[in-house]
T-cell receptor, first 114, second 117 residues
Framework: SAVISQKPSRDICQRGTSLTIQCQVD?????MFWYRQQPGQSLTLIAT?????????ESGFVIDKFPISRPNLTFSTLTVSNMSPEDSSIYLC???????????FGPGTRLLVL | AQTVTQSQPEMSVQEAETVTLSCTYD???????LFWYKQPPSRQMILVIR??????QNATENRFSVNFQKAAKSFSLKISDSQLGDTAMYFC??????????????FGQGTILTVHP
């Protein structure tokens, strides 16, 4: 399986600021995704990061709040904009495996907004 | 829309014993994949086992096996010879095998499993 890294691993941010999370993969992959896991909850898909085009967002998530970039097949960023305490979550990037039927996850970014 | 339901918020088992975690799902697709992921306190999501819907044979990975009942839309995970390191949150998940939702995972609510010495 691919090696996935995320930066930062955790952060504490002030209300109203923005944070950009990076996801790096050690091999080229077609499908990359961003998930959110709120405290004590399951994972919810935010968007699909598309290489060379705009991300595809799920219902309830918008580009102005969660802008995503994917400049190449090994790297993506997720920005959490104008943060509020409700944005405190773990944010995880994932990618589809070699045959695109299995998803592997990065270690996650634990965000606390004060 | 796809849904995944885990009806057991918490389970516990004694070390070396066997435990089964339940999962039911709903999808209108004929081709899909089902997964069990483990999330220990580190929060890393670890793939435990995968099942292709078109395969009738139940998947097995060492001490982990599934009971896949396609008609009943049931996908339970059996952990044999439970170990202390199995203590974690377990998520059942579903993804379509094609179309615009290809690769997107829908997760259940999770089951916290505690293995007691």
């Amino acid at each position: 399986s691919a090696v996935i890294s995320q930066k930062p691993s955790r952060d504490i941010c002030q209300r109203g600021t923005s944070l950009t999370i990076q996801c790096q993969v050690d091999s080229q992959v077609t499908m990359m995704f961003w998930y959110r896991q709120q405290p004590g909850q399951s994972l919810t898909l935010i968007a699909t990061a598309n290489q060379g085009s705009e991300a595809t967002y799920e219902s309830g998530f918008v580009i102005d709040k969660f802008p995503i970039s994917r400049p190449n097949l090994t790297f993506s960023t997720l920005t959490v904009s104008n943060m509020s305490p409700e944005d405190s979550s773990i944010y995880l990037c994932s990618l589809a495996g070699a045959y695109q039927e299995t998803q592997y996850f990065g270690p996650g970014t634990r965000l606390l907004v004060l | 829309a796809q849904t995944v339901t885990q009806s057991q918020p918490e389970m516990s088992v004694q070390e070396a014993e066997t435990v089964t975690l339940s999962c039911t799902y709903d999808t209108s697709e004929n081709n899909y994949y089902l997964f069990w992921y483990k999330q220990p306190p580190s929060r890393q999501m670890i793939l435990v086992i995968r099942q292709e819907a078109y395969k009738q044979q139940n998947a097995t990975e060492n001490r982990f096996s599934v009971n896949f009942q396609k008609a009943a839309k049931s996908f339970s995970l059996k952990i044999s010879d439970s170990q202390l390191g199995d203590t974690a949150m377990y998520f059942c998940a579903l993804s379509r095998a094609g179309g615009t939702s290809y690769g997107k995972l829908t997760f259940g609510q999770g089951t916290i499993l505690t293995v007691h010495p």
